[in-house]
């Protein structure tokens, strides 16, 4: 079992930026995958961004060159720098973890950004 939990929400204006924080606990040494999703009012859950044990790290089309991710495995967190936010990145923000072939996710913050 996997326990996530995300900080870092808010609004901010176009041009803003933010970071998202997320910590985990439990079988955090059993973790695959490591990353962030969105979901807008309406649409589907998407990736954002997520780092693969072995360093290896995946990004949307539509984030690349905006947001970072990172981990810092001394303190069980995976961050979201977001820098230069569009009002379409606007969407609730989660944070995901899989232990093969099990998903855990966090309870979701909100990101809003104001044109």
């Known amino acids: 079992q996997v326990q996530l939990v995300e900080s870092g929400g808010g609004l901010v204006q176009a041009g803003g930026s933010l970071r998202l924080s997320c910590a985990a606990s439990?079988?955090?040494?059993?973790?695959?995958?490591m990353g962030w999703y969105r979901q807008a009012p309406g649409k589907q859950r998407e990736l954002v961004a997520v780092?693969?044990?072995?360093?290896?790290?995946n990004y949307a089309d539509s984030v690349k060159g905006r947001f970072t991710i990172s981990r810092d495995n001394a303190k069980n967190t995976v961050y979201l720098q977001m820098n230069s936010l569009k009002p379409e990145d606007t969407a609730v923000f989660y944070c995901?973890?899989?232990?093969?072939?099990?998903?855990?996710w966090g309870q979701g913050t909100q990101v809003t950004v104001s044109s």
């Open positions: 995901y973890a899989r232990i093969g072939l099990r998903q855990y």
């Open positions: 780092i693969i044990n072995g360093g290896s790290i």
């Open positions: 439990g079988s955090i040494f059993s973790i695959n995958v």
